[in-house]
């Protein structure tokens, strides 16, 4: 014998409900027909059937923080004695031709705090100069995931960071992507608008985590002083 599907037996369920209250009302209206025949007030109550319900209705939040807000170098200076014209400073491989700057091996990380997938925007608020202070300094931004499989696609491809490294192209599958380029460049300057660098965020606390990593030359005719700039992440409900 064939099993019944849930589907069949919510049907059936609704059928019999419905025939049971067309039943009563009829039964109803010729007792109240009666009723009113002899001078009487018809039924008008009901009996109520006492219950309890507990609803709980959750809202969506669109949220997104840094969880590592602070990238800093200390100070420093390029090593020119050692033959160098400009100093790179690089939270993913060691710096280069500069004395004294710190080692930073990690870049900021921004993660989904909310409960809904985000579509998330990264922009800076200066350019290279505007931040170091001459035109030949450069400022670039480069984009991976945290945490596997992060951010997805609307078709569901993870690894889309843009810009990203080559480690993530790896996964790409030509066949599921319409031939989009899978990988940007590796680091790319920083954009002073708006510029999308997940499609979809997860939010799910074990896959919601992006990394961005940078990398800042300073030429040794820069101005001296301290340099702060920032990025300002933005998400948007997908
Ligand atoms: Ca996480
Ligand atoms: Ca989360």
Known sequence: MN?????????????????????TFISLSAVNNRLTSIGLAPITGFATVPNATATVTVN????????AATVAFSSGSVDTAGGFNN???????ANSGCTDFLEVSNGFTIEND??????????????AAQFIGLGSALFLWNVTVNESGSCVNITGREDVVNPNTTADCGTFNTSTDNGATPCG???????TTNKNICPRLLFADANDALNIDINISIP????????????IVTGTTT
Request: glycine share 8%; net charge neutral; hydrophobic share 45%.
């Open 3 to 23: 099993e019944i599907s849930n589907r069949t037996i919510m049907v059936l369920l609704v059928a019999t409900i419905v025939i049971s209250l067309g039943g």
């Open 60 to 67: 969506t939040v669109a949220s997104i923080r840094f969880s």
């Open 87 to 93: 100093c790179t400073l690089s939270t993913i491989v």
């Open 114 to 127: 909310g409960n809904t997938n985000l579509s998330v925007e990264l922009r800076s608020n200066q350019t």
């Open 185 to 191: 460049a590796i680091f790319e300057a920083v954009s």
């Open 220 to 231: 040794s005719d820069a101005p001296t002083g301290a340099k702060l700039t920032g990025l």
